[in-house]
């Protein structure tokens, strides 16, 4: 197993324009997170998923934004019309059930809306 | 909610000397899980040590230690013979037992110098 892989490691996208982030876990976490990292700051929460179910979404999240995750496997985040906020690394991570695990990271996806 | 304090945007430490990054969290809850992260340049998130809000034991991974004070919420990192590989940011996070996503702080930069 090689970890959390992420895809694209870089975006650069006009604004306006969709683009979409592919997430695959470790085979054996049913969990998956989504968190967005803007400069000099630390991670904040998007989105989670046990399996391939979305059990929380972070306010953050708008309805610009979308995730996925079929079949419990890898997971998709799409942003619709994108806007230069949206710039910033999107980190997907993973864990097993149970209070309190640790998460894994995947190195992330930077994304720059020009 | 939550919050977690990171005062220290930036420290250096002599290689073989010891550090202490410094923590402070705010949350009316009892139970809980504290984590230190250690993001390097190449921007992958790694979880360096836990702790468990109901131990009282402080938690130890070589040369990483904290000193975490329930009382006080404060969670410190000390890192002992610093090595140029320590080079990284690093994020203390908090977790409610029972909950999935991690808050994280701001960070701190830490620089080991040859």
């Known amino acids: 197993d090689t970890g959390v892989s992420q895809d694209p490691r870089h975006k650069i996208t006009k604004r306006g324009q969709n683009v979409t982030f592919r997430c695959d876990p470790i085979?054996?976490?049913?969990?998956l997170y989504w968190y967005r990292q803007t400069l000099g700051q630390g991670p904040e929460f998007l989105t989670y998923?046990?399996?391939?179910?979305?059990?929380?979404k972070s306010r953050l999240l708008s309805d610009r934004f979308s995730a996925e995750r079929p079949k419990g496997s890898f997971s998709t985040l799409e942003i619709q019309r994108t806007e230069q906020g949206d710039s910033a690394m999107y980190l997907c991570?993973?864990?097993?059930?149970?209070?309190?695990?640790?998460?894994?990271f995947g190195s992330g996806t930077r994304l720059t809306v020009v | 909610a939550q919050t977690v304090t990171q005062s220290q945007p930036e420290m250096s430490v002599q290689e073989a000397e010891t550090v202490t990054l410094s923590c402070t969290y705010d949350?009316?809850?009892?139970?809980?899980?504290l984590f230190w992260y250690k993001q390097p340049p190449s921007r992958q998130m790694i979880l360096v040590i836990r702790?468990?809000?109901?131990?009282?034991q402080n938690a130890t991974e070589n040369r990483f230690s904290v000193n975490f004070q329930k009382a006080a919420k404060s969670f410190s990192l000390k890192i002992s013979d610093s090595q140029l590989g320590d080079t990284a940011m690093y994020f203390c996070?908090?977790?409610?037992?029972?909950?999935?996503?991690?808050?994280f702080g701001t960070g701190t930069r830490l620089t080991v110098i040859p």
């Open positions: 991570a993973s864990s097993l059930s149970g209070q309190g695990k640790g998460y894994t």
């Open positions: 085979s054996e976490h049913n969990r």
């Open positions: 998923f046990q399996n391939e179910a979305q059990l929380e």
């Open positions: 949350t009316s809850e009892s139970n809980y899980y």
């Open positions: 702790q468990e809000a109901y131990k009282q």
């Open positions: 996070a908090f977790m409610s037992a029972g909950a999935n996503n991690l808050f």
